[in-house]
């Protein structure tokens, strides 16, 4: 029997017994050659079925005798996927495992599942740690795959495709989101054919309304759509506005429930099932009117409750977070973004594949016939602003009405940071170790979506990847294009005068060919808010939005690399704040260089990869750790990097629950009220806490220090028997 065939009947047969037939988007998906093992990128808006064609690709790694990886970006999205995935195929007999977080653990007993779900970082920490269970895979799915754009998570995705393409013999990769630009572009790295529809089961329209008072019109539109039985998503900037606006439509929302429904809804929330989920009183008596907020602070069960009476009709609206869209699957017909702006930064605006991301939630299939995306701008400049960054304005030809489309970013390669290089530069050296800088750049990074989309990319810098030690020419070649670079080195551009040369200033007067002058600086004193003033150029412009230089900083630039040495050497980079990832993993003794002249990591440099770690909390844990001799001293460090790991601002108040919890028998949900956090907050700290100690004590352990090796394992003893007692994501 022809094997492709013997596949494609029997994962046939378990969709149709899970009650699925393949449609749209998921049957163009298999002409692709879905279930021939063809790696493939679907590329469609949010309710077009992408999932499914992730998890009938799963389905044909576990009828060929492979198993298979869902990857998802957040832990909730991770749960929500795996009980689907249990509930459709795990009576058909395909095993479905979860793992999220762990990172401590080397996942070998994963091994006995078909088909795993997990976090991007969770998937990433198993490839470092040669987990056994990766020894079989055959497909991986990654949804949100537009997360490649994100700081951090995105360049440790992107170095993890890269390292699992080259560790995992004849691999499918499904790569799936609504919200890419370009996609043809990252479906060609990504080496998938490319399956893209702009077909949605419901169609949207899109509005973008100015509004002098916010909350009026939001009221407006919110009853307006719960009186049509409809439900609506308010997404807002920061929680505390979330909550406020729940509180402020709760009556009005109320008073639209029938007594029937009112008795449904109260019999639920007074179910056994959830009587002893952790609520406050306040997002009680919401629920009681229909009405909820949803973030972090919730903790899994309480958005568990919100998601599932909101899913069943009882819960009309929710007020939530943008953070949290991610991992929210919960359509309505109407969805209203009421401010636009960054909850990290209020300067800066949300990407327009998040906003689209959200928008693209309204339509309810089966339920509504259309759905509406709404924006809320405060004044007339914000509203366009919005229409300017987030969609496509036309006009309708028959009735003359603006039309509105969206435009999605192109994705963009995280992977450029010192901090974040000198990270992946360390994973790659303990993949293909010893190897020298050039085998690294040209074999390993060289594969990465950075260097991929440069070498297309006639607006990229002249160097994109600068692993090892750097000078004033090489960062210059960072932050220009090699036009410039190359018209600069010939005099070409302009002429120089040099009139500060020291430690913290280069700076001169630039003449350029056309008689233009302009004063330039290339700056690492503090300004008054404790930053680097970095380069400076009077033509206003000495850095663009995508890290170019001017031409007038790169003409100075080059001058002084080539008249001032070692100072310009010192200088520019640290005006750019760039930074040698390889001089950094040696000052930190990360690496080390062989007899052959090539590179290795350390012992201490294997356990940092396999650990997990971020570069500063490696960095600042090895500084820490020598004075590190008693419980209090330990709290201190511990408090100090889950504030690295998280961005959370923690004080005192976070060495007192952690004291707390492991010295008395108190609650995790009461200490959660005595120190006035979400108990999702709470949960999400001594997880990272519990990680990180493990973490700690390994590097003691590595550094001979026993007082600190034996107070880190006890004090992570403690916290793992708590937390083991108070299993919260069941």
């Known amino acids: 029997m022809n094997v492709i065939s013997d596949v494609t009947s029997q994962v046939t047969k378990l969709l149709s017994q899970a009650g699925m037939k393949p449609r749209g988007i998921q049957t163009e998906a298999i002409n692709r050659g879905l279930l021939e093992g063809e790696?493939?990128?679907v590329s469609s808006p949010t309710g077009s079925g992408k999932t499914l064609c992730g998890e009938i690709a799963l389905l044909r790694a576990a009828a060929s005798g492979k198993k298979g990886l869902f990857l998802v970006p957040l832990r909730a999205l991770a749960v929500q996927v795996f009980r689907t995935m249990r509930e459709r195929y795990e009576h058909l007999g395909i095993s479905i495992g979860l793992s999220t977080g762990d990172f401590q653990d080397n996942g070998d007993g994963l091994a006995a599942n078909d088909i795993i779900v997990t976090t991007y970082e969770r998937a990433d920490s198993l490839l470092r740690s040669r987990s056994s269970c990766l020894s079989e895979v055959g497909t991986i799915v990654i949804d949100e795959i537009q997360t490649l754009s994100e700081t951090g998570r995105g360049a440790r995705l992107e170095s993890f495709i890269?390292?699992?393409?080259?560790?995992i013999q004849d691999l499918q990769i499904v790569a799936l989101s609504a919200t890419t630009g370009a996609p043809e572009e990252l479906a060609e790295w990504l080496g998938c054919r490319l399956v893209i529809s702009d077909e949605r089961p419901v169609p949207l329209v899109y509005r973008v309304i100015t509004a002098s008072d916010k909350v009026l019109t939001i009221r407006h539109l919110v009853m307006t759509t719960v009186q049509a039985n409809g439900q609506a998503i308010i997404f807002h900037r920061t929680r505390r506005e979330a909550e406020a606006e729940a509180r402020r439509l709760a009556d009005d929302v109320g008073r639209q429930f029938t007594s029937d429904e009112k008795t449904r809804l109260d019999h639920e929330l007074n179910s056994v099932e959830n009587w002893y989920v952790p609520l406050s009183?306040?997002?009680?008596?919401?629920?009681?009117?229909?009405?909820?907020?949803?973030h972090a602070g919730l903790g899994f069960n309480g958005r568990r409750i919100v998601e599932r009476l909101f899913d069943e009709g009882l819960v009309r609206v929710i007020c939530a977070t943008t953070t949290l869209s991610a991992g929210m699957d919960l359509p309505a017909r109407t969805v209203i973004l009421s401010n636009f702006k960054s909850p990290a930064d209020h300067r800066r605006f949300l990407s327009a594949n998040t906003v689209h991301q959200m928008l693209g939630r309204a339509g309810r299939p089966t339920h509504d016939k259309i759905g509406f995306g709404i924006i809320i701008g405060s004044s007339t400049g914000e509203s366009e602003e919005a229409k300017r960054r987030y969609f496509e304005v036309t006009e309708d030809a028959t009735s003359g009405k603006e039309v509105l489309s969206p435009r999605y970013d192109r994705i963009n390669s995280a992977l450029a940071h010192p901090d974040t290089l000198a990270e992946q530069l360390l994973v790659a050296l303990d993949m293909i170790s010893p190897a020298s800088i050039e085998d690294v750049e040209n074999g390993l990074l060289g594969e990465s979506f950075l260097v991929f989309c440069a070498i297309r990319d006639s607006k990229a810098p002249m160097r994109v990847l600068q692993l090892g030690e750097i000078s004033?020419?090489?960062?210059?070649?960072?932050?220009?294009l090699l036009e410039t670079i190359q018209t600069a080195r010939k005099d070409l551009l302009g002429k120089t005068s040099l009139r500060e040369k020291n430690e913290t200033v280069i700076g001169g007067i630039v003449t350029m060919l056309d008689g233009g002058q302009f004063t330039c600086r290339f700056s690492v004193r503090l300004s008054s808010s404790g930053v680097v003033e970095g380069p400076m150029c009077s033509c206003g412009s000495p850095l663009s939005e995508s890290g170019i230089l001017c031409y007038h900083l790169v003409t100075l630039g080059m001058a002084a690399a080539?008249?001032?040495g070692n100072l310009a050497d010192?200088?520019?980079p640290l005006s750019l704040s760039e930074?040698?990832?390889?001089?950094?993993?040696?000052r930190l003794g990360l690496v080390e260089g062989d007899i052959n002249g090539k590179i290795r990591p350390t012992r201490l440099g294997r356990a940092v990869s396999r650990l997990y770690l971020r570069i500063p909390t490696v960095r600042e844990t090895l500084a820490m750790l020598p004075s590190t001799d008693d419980v209090e001293s330990l709290l201190w460090l511990l408090r100090h990097v889950v504030s690295i790991e998280t961005g959370m601002s923690l004080g005192d108040g976070f060495d007192n629950l952690i004291s707390y919890l492991v010295t008395t028998e108190t609650s995790i949900e009461d200490l959660a009220h005595q120190f006035e956090l979400g108990i999702g907050d709470v949960y999400g700290l001594l997880d990272t806490s519990r990680w990180l100690l493990h973490a700690i004590s390994a590097l003691a352990d590595l550094g001979g220090l026993e007082k600190a090796t034996e107070i880190a394992k006890g004090l992570c003893e403690a916290l793992d028997r708590r937390l083991t007692n108070n299993v919260e994501e069941d």
């Open 570 to 572: 010192y200088v520019i």
């Open 579 to 586: 930074s040698s990832p390889l001089g950094l993993l040696i």
């Open 39 to 41: 790696s493939i990128m």
């Open 281 to 294: 009183s306040d997002l009680k008596t919401l629920l009681h009117n229909g009405v909820a907020f949803h």
């Open 562 to 564: 080539r008249d001032l």
């Open 162 to 167: 890269i390292r699992a393409k080259r560790s």
């Open 472 to 480: 004033a020419a090489s960062v210059l070649e960072q932050h220009a």
